[in-house]
Nanobody
């Protein structure tokens, strides 16, 4: 059974940093093109960053230069390092394959506020 478990979200002040983790199980994680997504209140879910099985990355313009996506295939885990956080980064963050193939997990709440 496929499971995607996000963690690491918190309340943080503008300009702060967080590191999110995505623990994957039940499938061959290393074979899949993965992504971090987010959904802010009243908005549609959007792709924030993605990473190929070989480690090539792309980013949404809104986070480029501030966020870094990475993965550890040996640990079946993906990460999102978020720096210079802005209020508009407030959202529930989710991980999934780049195409959203699997059931969405609970996500992890990131709130950027002073």
């Amino acid at each position: 059974q496929v499971q995607l478990v996000e963690s690491g979200g918190a309340l943080v002040q503008p300009g702060g940093s967080l590191r999110l983790s995505c623990a994957a199980s039940g499938y061959m994680f290393s074979d899949y093109y993965m992504g971090w997504f987010r959904q802010a209140p009243g908005k549609q879910r959007e792709l924030v960053a993605d990473i190929t099985s070989g480690g090539r990355t792309t980013y949404a313009d809104s986070v480029k230069g501030r966020f870094t996506i990475s993965r550890d295939n040996a640990k079946n885990t993906m990460y999102l390092q978020m720096n210079s956080l802005k209020r508009e980064d407030t959202a529930v963050y989710y991980c999934n394959t780049r195409r959203g193939l699997f059931h969405w997990g609970q996500g992890t709440q990131v709130t950027v506020s002073s």
